[in-house]
């Protein structure tokens, strides 16, 4: 009996030490209430307006029907139309598009010979669930109100995937898994930072150096680019040992790239460690932004394919950048500098992080 009134006792202390530290408090109320309203919402497997390109080279009356057709289930947006096969390649490399529509010139001949496809879809087969959806677009029977055609009881569409014609799971999972990887490890070695010194006693003696709070941010992150990079390597190596995953593009750019998004999340993480009163407030601030880096990326469902209000959630996140630049370089072979807008985000996202963080430390000595 006296030891049920001991362990009372303790976890009447317990609860009373949760209600003081709200921040806790809230934390553990509110963030599953969050993520399951946003996640519940956000995920849809259920893809459609992927964005898209037509290059329309007969321009008769039966390859607009088609076309009008095709605008009309609502599976693809079509963005922009092009003249040439060449263009809709381009666009697919530099990640513009995700399927590109070609009709050749004699469409209206080729929708009368079942020997030959009418229509080639080039799909983006770094992702698996786009090449699904090009191949329900595929089994959609299109009805041409025109005398010239009669079914043949064969579709009209060919898919032709491009950067993953095997359709290799591990060349689509392996370079989204490389930012959820680095997302993780990066911020939660800064996450715990500042508060780790804190808890220790050495924020003291920090306070009473010469240095300043930027000097301390960026002497804080520094050490933790280099890890990115070994990270990095190691991750790229074993891709490429066991699951022969490529680099197609510049190895150079990808380190450039990496370097960019490892310190994009590593001032995410002192801006967390900034905001936190224990380590434990950090961790679960890091996972709240760990799950939506993982689910609204572009990682697990196509970024195209998801609500609106969650793609507005995803571009913040870096995560969502550097898979767009992962995937670009090491399987379609871009450019860096045809990613640009995706790499100029990641180094505004850690000034403009590293800035706050920095401002933040200042006001809590103050």
């Given at each position: 009996?006296?030891?049920f009134?001991?362990?009372?006792a ?9 209600r ?15 993520q ?17 390109a ?76 786009i090449?699904g959806?090009?191949?329900q677009l ?26 993953n ?17 680095l ?51 190691l ?5 490429r ?48 932004i ?24 995803g571009e ?18 871009a ?10 985000y ?18 809590r000595?103050?």
């Amino acid at each position: 009996m006296k030891s049920f009134s001991r362990v009372l006792a303790i976890v009447k202390k317990e609860v009373r030490q949760l209600r003081r530290d709200r921040l806790t408090f809230g934390m553990v109320v509110g963030l599953p209430v969050i993520q399951m309203l946003l996640f519940g919402y956000a995920i849809n497997t259920d893809v459609r307006h992927l964005k898209t390109a037509i290059a329309d080279q007969a321009d008769t009356h039966l390859s607009q029907q088609f076309v009008a057709e095709v605008r009309q289930t609502q599976v693809v947006d079509i963005i922009e139309s092009v003249p040439t096969a060449r263009d809709l390649e381009d666009l697919l490399r530099r990640g513009r598009i995700s399927i590109g529509v070609l009709i050749p010139a004699d469409f209206d001949r080729r929708v009368n010979d079942p020997a030959r496809a009418a229509v080639q879809l080039l799909v983006d087969g770094t992702d698996p669930t786009i090449l699904g959806v090009a191949n329900q677009l595929k089994s959609i029977p299109f009805g041409f109100d025109s005398t010239q055609y009669s079914p043949t009881g064969q579709s009209v569409i060919e898919v032709r995937p491009f950067y993953n014609p095997e359709r290799r799971t591990p060349v689509n999972i392996i370079p989204g898994l490389m930012g959820v990887i680095l997302t993780m490890t990066m911020i939660l070695f800064t996450a715990v930072a500042i508060v780790r010194e804190r808890e220790r006693g050495n924020l003291e003696l920090l306070i009473n150096t010469p240095l300043s709070s930027t000097e301390l941010m960026v002497g804080k992150v520094i050490p933790y680019i280099v890890i990115g990079m070994l990270q990095l390597a190691l991750i790229l190596g074993v891709g490429r040992l066991l699951f022969d995953v490529p680099v197609r593009g510049s190895v150079v750019d990808l380190y450039l790239a990496a370097t960019a998004f490892v310190a994009a999340n590593l001032a995410l993480g002192l801006l967390i460690s900034t905001a936190a009163n224990t380590q434990f407030q950090a961790m679960q601030m890091m996972v709240f932004i760990l799950l939506p880096s993982i689910l609204l990326s572009g990682f697990m469902f196509p970024f195209d394919g998801m609500p609106t209000f969650a793609q507005y959630i995803g571009e913040v996140l870096p995560n969502t950048h550097f898979i767009r630049l992962t995937r670009g370089i090491m399987l379609r072979d871009a450019a860096l500098a045809e990613l640009l807008p995706d790499l100029f985000y990641l180094i505004g996202f850690t000034l403009v992080a590293m800035t706050v963080a920095a401002m933040r430390f200042s006001k809590r000595l103050d």
